[in-house]
Each structure stands twice: as C-alpha cells, then as structure tokens.
C-alpha cells in the first residue's frame, strides 16, 4: 500500500481522477494531512463516508516512529524508526531567522567521506519521500512551532536517492502542504556531477550546496573518496554552468580539519579555484567524533583561514556553532544506539 504523505499534490489529483472523482478533493486530503494535521482519513469529514472509505483501503497513513529526543541548547537531535526497524536521525536547530531542520536521505552512505560519522553504516536503502516528509511532520508536532528551512544534509547522499529527494521538495514545497518555500530548501550534495546537472534543470529556487572540503585533488581524494570519480576541476566546471544556467547562488561547504586541509596555503589555493564564480564558502568547524585521525581546528586558525578568503573578496561565513551538550556531528546519534 502506498503512503500518503510520499504523494505530490498533483499525483493526488491523478488517483482522483483515476477513480472518477474530482481532482480539488487532492486539495482536501492535503488541507487534512497537512493543515489540520488529521491523522486519520476518518477525521476528513468533508468528503463522503464512502470515499474515506476507500481512500483508508488505497492508502497507508504510516508515521516514523520517534525513538529518542535529545535537547542541547537551541538544537535537538531526534532518532526516528522506520517501518522495517532501520533507523535513521534529524536535527533541529532555532535560529534567529527561523527554525530550521536537517533531514536525513538515506539509511547510511556509501560516499565513503574519510570524517563522516554517517558514513560508517554504508548504505542500506534509499528513504522513500514519504519518509523525509514525516521527519519534518513528526519534529513540527513535538516542538509545537512551525519548520521554516529545510537543509538535506542529514544522513546519506541526497543526489543518490534523486527521485525520491525531488518528490520529497515538490511535496513539502506546496502551498496547500507543509509550505516549505523553495529559498528556503538547501540540497546538499558531495558532488555527484550528473545530478548536478539534472538538478539545474529542475524547476524552483531550491538551493544547492556542494561538500567540498579541499581546494585541490591531492587532498581530496584523501578524504572523499567521490573525488576520484568526480575529480575538482571537473566538480568546479560543473558548478559554473549549474549558476549560469540557474541564475543562483551556490554554497561551498569547508570543514577545518585540522592539520589537513586548513593551512594559509591551502586558503590562498580555495580562493582562487573560486575566484569569480557566484558562490559562498560555509566554513564548519568539525565535531569532533571517535575517528581520532580528524581533529578540529583551533579558533585563531579558522579566523586566519576566514580573513584569507575576505581578503581575496571570496563571500564567506564561518558556520554557527550548535550543540553544546549534544553530540552534533550527524550519525552520532544513532551510531551510540
Ligand atoms: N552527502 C551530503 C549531505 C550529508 S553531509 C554531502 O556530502 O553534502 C552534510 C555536511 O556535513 C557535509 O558537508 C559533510 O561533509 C558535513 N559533515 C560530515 N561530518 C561532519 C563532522 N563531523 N563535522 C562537521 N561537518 C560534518
């Protein structure tokens, strides 16, 4: 049986239609799933008996079940159960612009990055949309508040699971659904190239982020394994169309690890791979995990490596830190489950 909440707005019009029935009734079961945040079809009391009826045997209304919920100071952690016992994690963080919330995409990665903690559980299966939704769903019911940014760089490689990951954006993306507006949904991707370039054809403002962690191929191929097939030059190319193409923005995310990639050289080279390409660098000091090989880079260096990148007028952030208490780094969670 399918799950109702993996359904776009417009595949819900096809069933409609496909059963003879009106299609602005898919407006309703939205209005009921997602405004009123019914959780049976029993409660849609504005559509007939006979109809709840039938939609009850067509579809499922399962929820992720939420394991465990850990609170550190202005970020929980959430560890959800799928329906087949697999678990995967999310991560809430308040803002002073919002809310936002890290989704997971897969049930472990087979990217291979030499400091990921998620990447340790190699890849199980891909999460289905309705999956990634309900994290999102599950999250907005407990802290009572409404989502508004959405980041996938939760567990897993969202460009490997591309078709679910494109329904999961259209179905949170709707207006008479959860409402997410598309500015405000941020993909992040290690930089698979060829849905690089399929995701530049897609419509909407979704923002696109790209791991890159290394100014050069020597270092890269040492901790992302990706880069051996997608090498940097080719990855940066690629990037340069995707902007001329969209018109947008891309975001380049840098983990500091310490001793590794983080050198005054190694900021001079970042700078000029990106020089005048329409971009931001996210500077991430790395959470620390078990892997005694990656260590964080001390305050004073980052702000060195920072001030390198605005001399040379490359757009940089240095990531605000959330954590506190909580393990932070994304797979933790569910590695110490
Ligand atoms: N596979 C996607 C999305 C998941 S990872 C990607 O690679 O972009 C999300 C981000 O968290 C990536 O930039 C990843 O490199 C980073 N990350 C992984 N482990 C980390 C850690 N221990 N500390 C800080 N950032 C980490």
Redesign the pocket.
Known sequence: MQNIYGLTLKELEEYFLSIDEKPFRASQIYDGLYKKRFTSFHQMTNISKKLREKLSEDFSLFKIKLLVKQEGVNVNKYLFELEDGNKIESVLMFHDYGISICVSSQVG?N?S?A????GRLKKVRNLMAYEMVEQILLIEDDIQKKITHVVV??I???FDNYDNLLHFIKIINSGKGIDIGSRHITV???GLIPEIKKFSCEEGQVNL?I?L?APNNVIRNKIMKINKVYPIEELIETVKEYIKKTNRRVTF?Y?LLDGINDSEKEAKELASLLQGINCYVNL?P??E?TNINFRRTRKWKILKFYDILKTHKINVTIRKEFGGNVSA??GQLRANN
């Open positions: 990665c990217m990055c400091f990921c903690e998620s760089m939760g897993g490689e969202p992040s991707t290690c982020a791991s962690h995310e983990i991430i790395y959470n995990t780094a994304c």
